[in-house]
């Protein structure tokens, strides 16, 4: 093994990482990650029990993943979810905000209902958890404290069918742009990810409303995205988790106020 690569390991030993919507998909490969990386890390998904992928990461690794069921969307539940986190595992050293929810419609069809069910979880619940844990973060003054908000290549270009999942998303690149500044004089940095089109239960979905209101057969507009990334196929969630792994490091310690492009290559900034 080169030295460059066991320098690597180990890049969030001792910390505590908090992880939102990690019950499956990207959130999932994040806290693997972070706990490969010596983290101890808080799983919160809104299901009263862990999903069987949550457990079975917690049987290889007791000492070192707890699983708490909240709803980020239940702003008033947020102080009890961070006072369990850290009676866990202590301060918290990284948030990562990851819980979302998508649907998309013709945008004279888009609906309020489902505007109200996305922004109150991708941009209400995203905010809020963040300003809690930013609040503790500011008061316990821990060092090398962080946060890697999970925005989406949608949400640096509309859609006409995704009117509504991309302004959530818009309004994750924002915040994340306005708590950095507003965390800069702490020393605490904040910044976020754009995934393009990544293999998760998410994407199940999406596939199949693509199929409703493009007319397609199953699984054909999964096909398509993947051949229209520049490298030529839809991320992995583990890839997304390298990216954020990296935010939360002190390699990134003179980055902030930045959302990265994990896509292949999708968008250019
Ligand atoms: N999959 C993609 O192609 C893609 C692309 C760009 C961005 N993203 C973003 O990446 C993140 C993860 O996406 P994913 O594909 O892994 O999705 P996913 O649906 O597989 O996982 C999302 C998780 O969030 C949880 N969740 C939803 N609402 C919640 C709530 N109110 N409280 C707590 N947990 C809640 C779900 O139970 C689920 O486990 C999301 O922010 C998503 O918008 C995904």
């Known amino acids: 093994m080169a030295a460059n690569d066991q320098k690597r390991f180990g890049r969030l030993a001792g ?3 908090l992880v939102t919507g990690a019950g499956g998909g990207i959130g999932l490969a994040i806290a693997e990650a972070c706990i490969a990386e010596g983290a101890r890390c808080s799983v919160v998904d809104r299901g009263a029990d862990a999903p069987d992928a949550v457990r ?7 000492d070192t993943l707890a699983y708490m069921a909240a709803d980020v969307t239940d702003i008033a539940g947020i102080p009890r979810l961070l006072a369990a986190a850290q009676a866990k595992f202590g301060a918290i050293h990284t948030l990562v905000n990851n819980a979302a929810v998508f649907d998309m419609a013709p945008l004279l069809e888009a609906d309020e209902a489902s505007f109200d069910r996305m922004f109150s ?3 209400k619940g995203m905010f809020f958890v963040m300003q ?10 821990t060092p090398g404290a962080s946060v890697v908000n999970l925005a989406s290549q949608a949400g640096r270009r509309g859609e006409a069918l995704v009117s509504h999942y991309c302004a959530t998303k818009a309004a994750v690149i924002s915040y994340t742009q306005s708590a950095a500044l507003a965390m800069a004089p702490h020393g605490i940095r904040v910044n976020g990810i754009a995934p393009g089109v990544v ?23 999964k096909r ?12 992995a969630p583990a890839e997304m988790a390298g990216a954020v792994v990296f935010l939360a490091s002190d390699d990134a310690r003179y980055i902030t106020a930045q959302t990265l492009n ?5 968008v250019m900034s």
Request: zero cysteines; a neutral charge.
């Open 132 to 141: 809690a844990v930013l609040r503790h973060m500011v008061e316990a003054g």
């Open 224 to 235: 398509q995205v993947g051949l229209a990334v520049p490298l030529g196929r839809m991320g």
């Open 56 to 62: 079975a990461l917690a049987r290889a690794h007791p």
């Open 15 to 17: 910390r505590h990482v």
């Open 199 to 221: 293999d998760t239960p998410m994407w199940a979905g999406v596939d199949a409303l693509f199929a409703k209101y493009e007319n397609l057969p199953i699984g054909e507009k």
């Open 262 to 266: 994990v896509d292949g290559g999708s």
């Open 121 to 123: 979880v991708n941009v």
